[in-house]
């Protein structure tokens, strides 16, 4: 499970027996499903696009926004032309983020700068201070980048927004993978443990104050609240569809993907 505040819808009810949670960010979250340490997780859209051949995707579950998503920032110093060939930070917890920060900066506004890119493992380790001497730009994903916002001392993108600016799009940051290997061997059961992931969602959304009181988060319940129902998107829909397709596309034009089409979904019923 992504170890965030927007993880605490999909976690909130989703029990199977025999199922073992992780908690991570995206980043190692994509590492340790790729290296066969897990057989089911969510991880950056990016992940399961460029991975096809080893995933199937669970329908009807996502992390998405629409116009903004409030939790994944470009911090610049100055406009975005003082970007161009300066060192821009990315930090390791996302390749999703990563990428899309590629396709607005490269594609969209024709800006090249000069990208250093965080192993998974060190994120979350950054000093602010370092990072606002060292660099012209830098992307922070999840409640780290939330905390940004207020400690950095950069200006934020919202990177939600600047895509939606520049397609009309709503944007997929996550989806749910299995390994098609497990699945082959495990049909039944992973369809048992995607029908009660997509029920976790329903339920999650509807219970916002009792999953607030589950643990100490860093947002005030109605910030809590507002984030999850009215920000974040769960539901894997068409608008959300489209948005995925759109960013493969480019995706693929960019020379970052070998397949400009979207992943293939598993079926829910046998």
Same mark, same amino acid.
């Given at each position: 499970m992504i170890d965030f505040v927007n993880g605490?819808?999909?976690?909130?009810?989703?029990?199977?027996? /025999?199922?073992q949670k992780v908690y991570a960010h995206p980043g190692i979250l994509n590492e340790m499903l790729r290296q066969n340490q897990l057989d089911f997780a969510a991880v950056s859209a990016f992940e399961a696009l460029e991975n096809q051949k080893d995933y199937l995707i669970c329908p009807k579950?996502?992390?998405?926004?629409?116009?903004?998503?409030?939790?994944?920032? %470009?911090?610049?110093?100055?406009?975005?032309? +003082? %970007?161009? #060939?300066?060192?821009?930070?990315l930090s390791g917890a996302s390749k999703t983020s990563v990428t899309l920060t590629k396709?607005?900066?490269?594609?969209?506004? #024709?800006? +090249?700068?000069?990208? =250093?890119?965080?192993?998974?493992?060190?994120? $979350? &380790?950054?000093?602010?201070?370092?990072?606002?001497?060292?660099?012209a730009g830098a992307v922070f994903i999840g409640d780290w980048a939330q905390k940004a916002v207020h400690e950095l001392g950069m200006k934020a993108?919202? %990177?939600?927004?600047? *895509?939606?600016?520049?397609? /009309? &799009?709503?944007?997929?940051?996550?989806?749910?993978?299995?390994?098609?290997?497990?699945?082959?061997?495990?049909?039944e059961f992973s369809r048992l443990v995607a029908k009660n992931l997509i029920?976790?969602?329903?339920? /999650?959304?509807? =219970? %916002?104050?009792?999953?607030? #009181?589950?643990?100490k *988060?860093? &947002? +005030?319940?109605?910030?809590?609240?507002?984030f999850l129902s009215e920000v974040m998107r769960y539901r894997l829909q068409d608008s959300e569809l489209l948005g995925l397709k759109r960013f493969c596309e480019?995706? $693929?034009?960019? /020379?970052? &993907?070998?397949d400009p089409n979207l992943p293939e979904f598993f079926s829910l019923n046998a």
């Amino acid at each position: 499970m992504i170890d965030f505040v927007n993880g605490a819808v999909p976690d909130a009810n989703f029990l199977v027996p /025999g199922v073992q949670k992780v908690y991570a960010h995206p980043g190692i979250l994509n590492e340790m499903l790729r290296q066969n340490q897990l057989d089911f997780a969510a991880v950056s859209a990016f992940e399961a696009l460029e991975n096809q051949k080893d995933y199937l995707i669970c329908p009807k579950v996502c992390i998405a926004a629409h116009q903004r998503v409030e939790s994944v920032f %470009l911090f610049t110093h100055s406009d975005f032309l +003082s %970007l161009h #060939k300066a060192p821009v930070f990315l930090s390791g917890a996302s390749k999703t983020s990563v990428t899309l920060t590629k396709i607005i900066l490269e594609r969209f506004l #024709k800006i +090249s700068p000069c990208f =250093m890119q965080q192993a998974p493992n060190q994120a $979350f &380790l950054e000093d602010w201070e370092s990072i606002r001497k060292n660099y012209a730009g830098a992307v922070f994903i999840g409640d780290w980048a939330q905390k940004a916002v207020h400690e950095l001392g950069m200006k934020a993108h919202d %990177l939600a927004e600047l *895509w939606y600016s520049h397609t /009309g &799009l709503s944007f997929v940051f996550a989806l749910w993978a299995i390994r098609r290997d497990y699945f082959v061997k495990n049909s039944e059961f992973s369809r048992l443990v995607a029908k009660n992931l997509i029920q976790s969602v329903d339920r /999650g959304l509807i =219970m %916002l104050p009792d999953l607030y #009181k589950r643990k100490k *988060w860093h &947002l +005030s319940e109605p910030q809590f609240i507002r984030f999850l129902s009215e920000v974040m998107r769960y539901r894997l829909q068409d608008s959300e569809l489209l948005g995925l397709k759109r960013f493969c596309e480019e995706l $693929f034009q960019h /020379g970052l &993907l070998a397949d400009p089409n979207l992943p293939e979904f598993f079926s829910l019923n046998a």
